[in-house]
T-cell receptor, first 112, second 115 residues
């Protein structure tokens, strides 16, 4: 069962690149890695998803090493509006089972 | 305007009462999920449904019940057997319930307070 571990909090300044790492030592072969962003009293919003190597979209990059025991979410040039909690999710659901494990979240604070 | 709606946003109940939280989606998604979030913690999966008339227990299903009679709707009942029902409840849906990793779309949440 893949347990995920993330730093509780991180601080950054506007315009910097932020890297948040999630550890998932027991990731299973079929598990995907997904990152979500959550603002207070709102539902999480999908950022990016990957299985291995590197994935990039218009808002972030996701780096996954060959052993897949960790993953790093990279946010380029953060702004104040990126202040939020970021969750790493590991797992997949099959037709009759599977697991989805959310990390406890990393609270990112972006300062001017 | 497609999306997931949860109602109400805030809900107050007395201890010992059952309460049902609503979740509706018009995204034509097959799969729907219920999560619970406590202060400062991640989301924990309560129940999920990959198809109409079928649902599976998540990690913390005790004290909760669900039904999936329609594709668009997945109501969650918090029963009196749930020992710590006060929490933020989030509903989500996804288009692909199968083997691939799931990209979930979340509703705005319902904050339930039981006193």
């Amino acid at each position: 069962l893949a347990k995920t571990t993330q730093p509780i909090s991180m601080d950054s300044y506007e315009g910097q690149e932020v890297n948040i790492t999630c550890s998932h030592n027991n990731i299973a072969t079929n598990d995907y890695i997904t990152w979500y962003q959550q603002f207070p009293s709102q539902g999480p919003r999908f950022i990016i998803q990957g299985y291995k190597t590197k994935v990039t979209n218009e808002v972030a990059s996701l780096f996954i090493p060959a052993d897949r025991k960790s993953s790093t979410l990279s946010l380029p040039r953060v702004s104040l509006s990126d202040t939020a909690v970021y969750y790493c999710l590991v797992g997949t659901l099959y037709n009759q089972g599977g697991k989805l494990i959310f990390g406890q979240g990393t609270e990112l604070s972006v300062k001017p | 305007d497609g999306g997931i709606t949860q109602s109400p946003k805030y809900l107050f109940r007395k201890e010992g009462q059952n309460v049902t939280l609503s979740c509706e989606q018009n995204l034509n998604h097959d799969a729907m999920y219920w999560y619970r979030q406590d202060p400062g913690q991640g989301l924990r999966l309560i129940y999920y449904s990959q198809i109409v008339n079928d649902f599976q227990k998540g990690d913390i299903a005790e004290g909760y019940s669900v039904s999936r009679e329609k594709k668009e709707s997945f109501p969650l009942t918090v029963t009196s057997a749930q020992k710590n029902p006060t929490a933020f409840y989030l509903c989500a849906s996804s288009p692909t319930p199968g083997l691939a990793g799931v990209e979930q779309y979340f509703g705005p949440g319902t904050r339930l307070t039981v006193t």
